[in-house]
């Protein structure tokens, strides 16, 4: 019998997954059940059949289950996995906070579904410049593959904080956290 994915399946099953704690995601591999017509927009506003979900509770949980494999996004639970469309990063850094100062700083974003991470290793900043308008595109590693980009007013904010320093040989702009300097710009690019 061939199974049509369906959100309503998807929750189902998530939400049974999720009861016991975060889902280990890295131990499911179920079959492919095809795509969803889910969306997730440049602004972390998620759709589902083109419209937005307004319930903020259903977001979190899909975005609890959410995978990323070869380059693509999936909704994976113990039973079955199903794509989706995601247009830029699945999560948006939507906040920071900053505790300590130099290399005992620490930068924690949050993102749209309240996950937190503190930039260090683990969660790499990037920052991708527009070849054309050389307009920037800040992201932060949250999990598993899976960014967040940072919002304009949490970026101007963390370029309030940003120092020059050495990176490859090369005078930057960037940021420091978790012991580790993230580069935002050359300085030469500086007005």
Not at 97 to 122: C, L
Not at 146 to 168: G, M, N, P, T
């Amino acid at each position: 019998m061939i199974v049509k994915p369906s959100a309503e399946g998807v929750l189902a099953a998530a939400s049974q997954a999720v009861k016991k704690g975060p889902p280990p995601l890295h131990l499911w591999n179920p079959p492919f059940c095809g795509d969803l017509d889910m969306r997730i927009a440049r602004d972390g506003t998620w759709f589902y059949l083109g419209t937005p979900i307004g319930r903020p509770a259903m977001v979190k949980l899909f975005s609890s289950i959410l995978k990323l494999e070869c380059g693509k996004y999936f909704l994976v639970t113990p039973v079955e996995k199903v794509g989706i469309v995601v247009d830029d990063a699945p999560f948006v850094a939507v906040d920071f906070d900053v505790t300590g100062a130099g290399q005992d700083q620490m930068v924690t974003f949050t993102t749209q579904v309240e996950d937190r991470v503190t930039a260090g290793p683990e969660h790499p900043i990037r920052v991708v410049r527009d070849p054309v308008t050389g307009e920037p595109s800040p992201y932060v590693m949250v999990r598993a593959g899976l960014e967040a980009l940072i919002d304009r007013k949490s970026f101007y904010r963390l370029v309030e904080i940003c120092e020059h320093a050495k990176h490859q040989g090369a005078d930057w702009f960037g940021v420091i956290s978790g012991g580790q300097f993230f580069p935002v710009i050359p300085s030469a690019d500086l007005p």
